[in-house]
């Protein structure tokens, strides 16, 4: 039998997995990967930083709903990668992050970016170890892929120093390991089940918010029985956004704080009690509401505040559950309350009209988002990549399917938005994808639209350009009346550097050429950039029914 080496071990343990692509930026110490990549047929997508790796892999890990993988140099490789891992590993995303290392044969020797990655790696990740044996390659990355799809989901590091990546075993020395990680789902306690069930039968005002957890588990159909069976109104946040499409009548926004501070019983699913929902403070939370929490993550339930009843398990097993427990029909117990909460949200969207309709120059951020909102496919993945604009995009574009909007979640991390979306137009080919940046945000990693150039990916970036890190401004200004180390140059023709790259660019500067320019964007076939001129003196903060936290 002949011989195999580590790189492509590597490469065949990941087809094992079904990986796809792997996101990278080349480097001597990780080079024999791409070669087991190109022979088992593994698409390499090539950045300009390692921090887009990271961000890309997690991208396609959110839309793909498995896991991403980023391959990186050793030393500053690695360490680029560390704000999109820790990204993931807060969100949480499952991905597979592949380092490299200077040899183990040298170790302590002083050898080219030699580093303990490991240690590092060790506080951001659900399992981070070295691999110091060729043949046992398959079983470490078999054992990164468990570890990262586990409930709690998220990232998983293997460091593979370089002789052991370019060393060679016989191929019968090296096993595959089969049949290694458990595909069975937790669905959760019929006992807690019928407790809930039973509040929700006596609830008057219940409220229901669902996350992300409603989009791993599959659960938007049963989301959206749910809370059509309890007539409640229901809020969503992170990826859980599109498990009840825009516009059905039981959906709110808007009128979060108004349900949250009168309700008697809060259905929380897949989403924790963090700033989000004020740590669950009586500020925002009403301070007598009993709360049934469901989470897959299970050391989740109780945090922060006290819970009536705690489901750990599978959301969309639990919610089969919680369904068979209540009645089909004739369930009225709640009057005229989702009346109330949707007459509410209903006041909230007519008091935007007028600025979704603003025609003033520099162009109104809200105005921009209605013009996305109008012009998007139901089907189209919106992500969102800044501060204010953010916000704004977040009240205005509609969702219509799960999955379909992705942002940093709890970290908040600018950056993401080029990483992000290069994942989910890999995993979404001929589907509209819009990058909703801030200018700040997409000077973090706009280069990498060079990357999208390159392979041909279609992804619509469109900035807000305010000249500013507008969220700091407004904020800081109320506090110290000046805002210092916040202002960037508004005439930066960020729609010209694209160009440069072989994409599509345009300037946008009045109201009326947003909706022509998004066409021609998208009808282009290219990676676009619209460099949309907003006014600077405009910012969320100032909006009635206002909450940064609600994007997330």
């Known amino acids: 039998m002949p011989d195999i080496d580590g790189g492509h071990l590597v490469a065949k343990a990941l087809k094992a997995e079904g990986v796809e692509y792997i996101f990278t930026l080349n480097g001597g110490h990780i080079y024999d990967i791409y070669e087991g990549c190109a022979d088992e047929g593994i698409k390499i997508i090539d950045v300009r930083h390692e921090q887009v790796a990271g961000h890309a892999a997690e991208g ?4 793909a709903r498995k896991p991403g ?15 999109a891992v820790a990204n993931a590993f807060q969100a949480p995303s499952p991905m597979v992050i592949i380092g490299g290392n200077s040899g183990i044969r040298s170790l302590l020797s002083g050898g080219l970016q030699e580093f ?9 990740t659900k399992w981070a170890n070295q691999c110091a044996d060729t043949s046992r390659i398959p079983d470490f990355i078999a054992t990164a892929f468990r570890h990262a799809t586990t409930p709690k989901q998220g990232p998983a590091y293997i460091e593979i120093p370089i002789d052991i990546l370019g060393g060679r075993v016989p191929v019968e020395k090296v096993e595959f390991p089969k049949q290694y990680r458990t595909k069975a789902k937790m669905p959760g306690d019929s006992g807690y089940i019928q407790e809930a069930a039973k509040l ?24 959206r029985e749910l809370v059509e069976r309890m007539k409640a109104p229901v809020f969503l946040n992170a990826m859980g956004r599109g498990s009840i499409p825009a516009g059905h009548p039981q959906l709110g926004a808007q009128a979060r704080r108004f349900a949250l501070t009168q309700t008697d019983l809060l259905v929380l699913i897949g989403t924790p009690v963090d700033f989000r929902l004020s740590f669950g403070k009586p500020n925002l939370l009403h301070p007598e509401a009993k709360m049934i929490h469901i989470m897959q993550d299970a050391t989740e339930i109780g945090r922060n505040r006290a819970v009536e009843v705690g489901i ?9 559950g919680l369904l068979n427990e209540l009645p089909r029909t004739g369930h009225e117990p709640h009057g005229d309350w989702l009346d109330k909460v949707m007459a509410e949200e209903r006041g909230f969207k007519e008091g935007d009209q007028a600025l979704r309709k603003n025609n003033s120059t520099p162009i109104h951020p809200m105005r921009l988002v209605a013009e996305i909102d109008q012009y998007l496919d139901k089907d189209a993945t919106v992500i969102g990549d800044g501060g204010d604009i953010v916000t704004f995009g977040a009240r205005a574009i509609g969702i219509h399917k799960p999955g379909h909007w992705l942002d940093p979640g709890q970290f908040g991390c600018l950056g993401v ?11 979404r080919p001929g589907k509209q994808v819009l990058l909703l940046n801030g200018d700040g945000g997409w000077g973090l990693n706009g280069m990498d639209m060079e990357t999208m150039v390159r392979f041909k990916l279609p992804v619509v970036s469109v900035i807000s350009n305010n000249g500013g890190w507008g969220q700091t401004i407004m904020g800081v200004k109320k506090r110290y009346g000046r805002a210092l180390g916040c202002d960037l140059s508004q005439s930066t023709r960020y729609d010209k550097i694209v160009e440069a790259m072989g994409g599509h660019g345009e300037l946008v500067e009045r109201p009326e050429q947003i909706r022509p ?10 990676p676009a950039c619209l460099n949309v001129v907003t006014d600077p003196n405009v910012g969320y903060g100032e909006m009635p029914g206002r909450s940064q936290k609600r994007i997330y």
């Open 312 to 320: 750990s398990g599978d959301s969309k097993l639990i919610l089969r």
């Open 517 to 526: 320019a998004l066409e021609r964007a998208f009808k282009s076939g290219l």
């Open 116 to 124: 303990d990655s490991v240690t590092l790696m060790r506080s951001i």
């Open 69 to 83: 993988v980023a391959v990186v140099t050793a030393g500053p490789g690695v360490t680029d990668t560390v704000t």
């Open 200 to 223: 929700i039968a006596k609830a008057q005002r219940p409220v229901v918010m669902a996350g992300s957890d409603v989009w791993w588990c599959d659960a938007a159909g049963e989301l």
């Open 417 to 427: 938005g080029t990483g992000f979306a290069i994942g989910a137009q890999l995993a």
């Open 60 to 63: 396609w890990s959110r839309v």
